[in-house]
Every structure is written in structure tokens, then in C-alpha cells.
């Protein structure tokens, strides 16, 4: 049973659904990663997900629970967590405070998650007193992410993680997300830095006017030229 799956999912704002019927299902220790042109519905996939749109047809279900239309609220307390592109730090807040506004869900003692943050996001320790309108593009995608781990979740939906970065914060932001896997945090996300993100991916969806063209392991849709000629640049048999 997989821990997430959208299964022949419609979906979309109140005009043409952007999704038309796609599937998606990774494990609790898979690094899952949707890539696909403008406009293809990756990220709406993940606001299906996580009950930010209505799914008009298909379901989604969460550990064997169907979880389709469920509110977001609902499944942060389920276990799942989402970071979207924009607008996903408080400003006004230090590092610290954003960190603990990630865990407002919980009743429980979050220090230790806390110091779980900051050790996979070293670069934070000496900046937790700092607003984050202060810190770089990087910096702030550190804490976004970190935020997002506060609720605990056993899967963690990241929209676009490495936006607007510069390559060296977009290899250190891939490098943590691999971290986090290995922590036991399934990873859903989707990217534009399409074969960086296949290269650190266990299962790869290539999704084109909201449907699934290719899926396979990472390293699959990497060596498939078809693959490579449309949607990473080119191919490289070597």
C-alpha cells in the first residue's frame, strides 16, 4: 500500500480541470518528484493533495484513509505537511518564531524538533534571532522547509523548493531534502530543475496537460531519451 496516492484524479478552479485523470503514488521512503512544462498541473497535483482544490473526480487516500477533499487542517493532524512556493514564511517573524508558528498544531514538547531543524539546516543556527525579510532566497527556503517538518509530518508536499536560487542554494536544498528522507519523511515535490531533482528522485512523474506521460525511477526517466530530448535539455547517453 502506498503512503500517498492520487488515483485518476480531475481537478482544477472552476473552469477546465488542470488535471485530467492523473496518478501518483510514492512509499513512506520514497523522494517523489513531478516535473513537466508550464502549465502540465504539477503543482496543482499537490494542492489536490492537500484539500487546496476540489477533486471533482478520482480520489486521493493517505495511508489506505481517502483523504479526498479532506481540509488542510485535517491533514496536517494526519500527517502531512506542505510548503508552497510563495509566501511561505512569516516575514515579520524571526527563524525561531517561524519555527515554532510550524508546530501551532501541537500540544506536545517541540524543542526537540526544533533542534532537529537546525541540524539539518546548520546555516540557521546563528541566524534564529534574525527576521527572515533579512535572509537570502536560500535562507529563507531553509526555514520555509524547516517550518514545515515542526508538525511532524510523515510526509512533507514541497512546491517548487529551489525557485529562484542560486545553483549553489539549489544543490544544498536538494542535499537536505535527501536528509529529511533518510529521517524517515516521505517527499513529494515538484521542480523546475527537472534533472537535478530526478537525480535524488526513488520514483519520477512526468506530467504533460495534466497527465501522466512517463513514470519510473529517477535514474529511469534520466536515461530515457525521450524523456531527456522533451523535458530536460536534451539527451546525454553517457
Do not use: C
Amino acid at each position: 500500500m502506498s503512503l500517498i496516492s492520487l488515483k485518476s484524479a480531475v481537478a482544477g478552479y472552476g473552469g477546465p480541470p488542470v488535471l485530467n485523470g492523473i496518478d501518483i503514488a510514492i512509499d513512506q521512503n520514497d523522494i517523489g518528484v513531478v516535473v513537466g512544462p508550464n502549465g502540465a498541473g504539477k503543482s496543482t497535483a499537490l494542492k489536490a493533495i492537500f484539500g487546496l482544490i476540489r477533486v471533482s473526480a478520482g480520489s486521493v487516500s493517505f495511508d489506505g484513509t481517502d483523504i479526498t477533499n479532506r481540509p488542510a487542517h485535517e491533514l496536517v493532524a494526519m500527517g502531512l505537511s506542505f510548503v508552497p512556493q510563495n509566501q511561505n514564511v512569516f516575514g515579520s517573524l524571526t527563524v525561531h518564531e517561524n519555527l515554532e508558528m510550524g508546530a501551532f498544531s501541537r500540544t506536545d514538547d517541540f524543542s526537540e524538533s526544533i533542534a532537529s531543524v537546525y541540524e539539518i539546516f546548520p546555516p540557521l543556527i546563528e541566524r534564529k534571532r534574525q527576521k527572515t525579510t533579512e535572509l537570502s532566497g536560500g535562507l529563507r527556503q531553509m526555514v520555509a522547509i524547516g517550518r514545515g517538518l515542526m508538525s511532524k509530518p510523515r510526509l512533507i508536499l514541497l512546491d517548487e523548493p529551489s525557485a529562484g536560487l542560486s545553483p549553489r542554494y539549489t544543490a544544498e536544498i536538494l542535499e537536505r531534502i535527501i536528509e529529511i528522507s533518510a529521517n524517515g519523511v516521505a517527499v513529494l515535490m515538484v521542480e523546475q530543475n527537472a534533472r537535478q531533482a530526478l537525480e535524488i528522485a526513488t520514483k519520477g512523474f512526468v506530467l504533460a496537460n495534466g497527465k501522466n506521460l512517463f513514470t519510473g525511477t529517477g535514474r529511469e526517466l534520466i536515461e530515457d531519451p525521450e524523456v531527456a530530448r522533451s523535458f530536460l535539455g536534451g539527451w546525454n547517453p553517457t
